[in-house]
């Protein structure tokens, strides 16, 4: 179950990602987290900003493993993703992990309590 709910969600992030980041902002909450390259950012209004303010427009994402597990929070996943993205216009592709900690709405769906963003080097 929760590597079904873990892809569907990777699936449905990463495609407002590249085709709609603004409406990213109803996947967190007020009380949710985000730590993207070591910038903590904290609350759905202050995430949103930094996703939107991004210094390009259109990329794409390229998932190479999903992997989830349930937390200890009652219904809650852990979803790690690895990948690459690419930016419109540049011949290299950049390798990056990302981490969410998924919770239960109570209306059948998620929100994004914790967000982990790095790109690799090297």
Do not use: W
């Not at 590249?18 to 990213?24: I, V, Y």
């Not at 993703?81 to 419109?88: F, N």
């Amino acid at each position: 179950m929760e590597e079904m709910v873990g892809r569907a969600f990777v699936d449905h992030y990463y495609h407002l990602f590249d085709h709609d980041r603004s409406a990213l902002s109803s996947l967190y909450q007020p009380e949710s987290m985000l730590t993207f390259e070591g910038q903590k950012i904290n609350g759905a209004i202050d995430i949103s900003a930094k996703l939107n303010e991004l210094p390009f427009d259109q990329c794409r994402h390229a998932i190479s493993t999903v992997d989830a597990q349930p937390s200890t929070f009652v219904g809650g996943i852990m979803v790690f993703v690895s990948g690459s993205l690419q930016l419109h216009g540049e011949d290299h592709s950049l390798r990056f992990s990302q981490m969410f900690h998924l919770i239960p709405t109570g209306q059948g769906s998620y929100f994004v309590q914790n967000d982990i963003f790095r790109l690799n080097y090297g």
